[in-house]
T-cell receptor, first 114, second 116 residues
């Protein structure tokens, strides 16, 4: 285990549903990240939070809405998703948010949009 | 633009043998960090090894070592004495330096199967 947990591990939702993914890190880190992993594509960075402030939004559609209430918790709120949004969503954290960091990943949430 | 290329989509190796996974990257930066991550079928992405570009010495972690060739922008991973538990997808990643936050750029991955 890496000290980063994600819930739920699996999620199936319709295009009109609203759901949220949760990530929690127990490492005392100050930066947290959301990644999308689609089949046969490299991991794509979605959002970066550093000391609870969003510092990166990698051109992600507004149907994905992140929230970082504190340095230990990160949420990804989902609404009106499309079938192409089906993927593995990975959360990661790192100590300081600088480029010298190593990122530690959670187990991911497998999302299926019907 | 920074890119990371893993030219081997799949590889197989016999248990106890050695295998090398290839990775090349493109950057105009002089100081950066490179990583190999392992993602077993259980999906948890685990750090295997990390290399700092300003260090000429190749990083080593037990059975895992890298061959870092900065001029060639090559960063291969060698796994010695392969074990069944090494079966996984392996990702090479480059840390992009930005003023705020940091960005890991990943390659497409190499599926490694260790056979008994």
């Amino acid at each position: 285990e890496t000290g980063v947990t994600q819930t739920p591990r699996h999620l199936v939702m319709g295009m009109t549903n609203k759901k949220s993914l949760k990530c929690e890190q127990h490492l005392g880190h100050n930066a947290m990240y959301w990644y999308k992993q689609s089949a046969k594509k490299p991991l794509e960075l979605m959002f970066v939070y550093n000391f609870k402030e969003q510092t990166e939004n990698n051109s992600v559609p507004s149907r994905f809405s992140p929230e970082c209430p504190n340095s230990s918790h990160l949420f990804l709120h989902l609404h009106t998703l499309q079938p192409e949004d089906s993927a593995l969503y990975l959360c990661a954290s790192s100590p300081t948010g600088t480029y010298t960091d190593t990122q530690y990943f959670g187990p991911g949430t497998r999302l299926t949009v019907l | 633009a920074q890119t990371v290329t893993q030219s081997q989509p799949e590889m197989s190796v016999q248990e106890a043998e050695t295998v090398t996974l290839s990775c090349t990257y493109d950057t105009s930066e002089n100081n950066y960090y490179l990583f190999w991550y392992k993602q077993p079928p259980s999906r948890q992405m685990i750090l295997v090894i990390r290399q700092e570009a300003y260090k000429q010495q190749n990083a080593t972690e037990n059975r895992f070592s890298v061959n870092f060739q900065k001029a060639a922008k090559s960063f291969s991973l060698k796994i010695s004495d392969s074990q069944l538990g090494d079966t996984a997808m392996y990702f090479c990643a480059f840390m992009k330096h930005e003023e705020y936050g940091n960005k890991l750029v990943f390659g497409a991955g190499t599926i490694l199967r260790v056979k008994s």
